[in-house]
């Protein structure tokens, strides 16, 4: 089959998935190197304990900014491309989302805020604790606002503006706040203050930023006759939601209740240097799902089928050869944060095992929520959060760093693996063929030129070397075996078209 063979309708699906990917990942990349940015300022400028009373505050809060929602924004991505054509009906999803976040981050907020003096004294047991805590709470709102706007351009298919609020913004507002209060001399509540004051700005000027691009207002009226069609989707996303916290978060939790305030540090940057790796998957669903919404509701599963099998296997192509850098060398990274965090090297090489699988199957997640099977996903969310729990304290009991890993690594490849079983039992769903395997054996190849680099040349200059090699076998390998007609198709439009607008601005410009 050649390109032109595609049909216009699976052509255009995987351009618009494809270029929100482009869109996304440079975002994405850029949140990486603020996120990174920050936690590096911090470690060296609180200490190792003051940081790890940082990490574990602010790992907690980010647990509950994946509650805040109540399902919100998954719900402006199934209903916002179907009300296309009745803006009134838009405006009362809108609303719903905005006043469910209103009212739960006020709960939430009031929790942890309450929470902080009972945590302390079972947890780190540090007197900075219970008042950072306590500012972080402030932040469960805000924070959640800002989700909304974002959850609404990028249900309307803008990928840029979901980017510049949550990819961008965000980070950015994390780190000015955290660099400006430890030049001011401000330890760990300082930079609290300093986050709280900056999100409230970004969630204040976000929304008539997003009434004006989208030109969507919140509508009151009538806000009853929707709201049963909303919870009965936003409900249980949310209940999936809180069960995904004791999958994938548990760890974080169980690390500042079983180990030591350092041990939450180490395994804070053995997460950030993780989120690099879930670039790739988390670019290419950002699009996905309205464009999913609209083939399931228009009955085109043939074509729904080749976009997500198009579209894993590009996934796949892209984060194995993240996978193998951060194999290679992983530990070299992580001594960059200084000496003592190179102990989250191998915690690190266990949780890229549960990332590869993840990745490799796809939007299973998505998916079923798009196709409206987000009760089958709160089910098995919930199953796998007691199983995930139980065994992650023991692993973390027996194992330490590395138990959270395994326990957190096991959970995502049990729950990922069930949900695409799930998607070819409900819906016929498949996304898997031969092809596959060309990425895989192309990333298998240059791990080991870049063990044999690794190992010959040590120094900055050989890992330049090694990163180069890789990057041309990897490149070399997957020619050799065959590009896929789909992914040529996306590579190549895309490209001619990013080529052609920068040609037109250099152009521009000169004259």
Known sequence: MVSDDIPDDEREALLTIGHGAVVTSGGQSLQRVLTTATEYALAQGLGPVVYGVYAFAWRITQLLFRLVNFGSVGTLQRYLTAYSDDQDRQGRVVALAYLTTVVVGLVLAGGLFLGGDWLNSRTVSHPEFPPTVRLFAALILLVGLVNIHAGILRAMQSARGEVLFNRVLRPAVRLVGAVGALLLGSSVVGVAGAFVLGMAGLALV????????????????????????????????????????????????????????????????????????????????????????????????ATLNAVYSAVTRLIVTCVVPILVVLLVYGEAILSVFGSSFTAGYVPLVVYLGGVLVGSAVGATGWLLMMTDHQYARMGLDWLLAVLNTLLTFAFVREYGLVGA??????????????????????????????????????????????????????????????????????????????????????????????RRAITTVVGERRS
Request: aromatic share 8%; glycine share 12%.
């Open 405 to 498: 890993a395994l326990g957190t690594a096991v959970a995502i490849a049990v729950q990922n693996g069930i949900q695409v079983f799930l998607l070819r039992h409900f819906e016929g769903l498949w996304p898997f063929d031969a092809t596959f395997l060309k990425p895989l054996g192309a990333g298998t190849a240059t791990a080991g030129v870049m063990f044999l680099v690794r190992e010959s040349l040590a120094g900055v200059g050989g890992v330049v070397a090694g990163l180069s090699l890789g990057a041309v076998t990897y490149v070399g390998t997957l020619v050799l075996l065959g590009v896929n007609d789909r992914d040529r198709l996306v590579v190549g439009t895309l490209a001619s078209r990013y």
């Open 206 to 301: 976000g929304f008539p930023v997003v009434v004006s691009a989208t030109g969507i207002r919140p509508v009151l009226s009538g806000i009853r006759s929707e709201a049963r069609r909303f919870y009965n989707h936003s409900g249980p996303i949310a209940l999936s939601s809180l069960g995904k916290v004791f999958q994938n978060r548990v760890d974080v939790m169980l690390v500042g209740f079983l180990l030591t305030a350092s041990a939450a540090g180490v395994y804070n940057v053995v997460l950030v240097l993780v989120s690099l790796a879930w670039i790739p998957l988390l670019s290419f669903n950002m699009l996905l799902p309205p464009v999913a919404s609209g083939l399931y509701a228009d009955d085109e599963m």
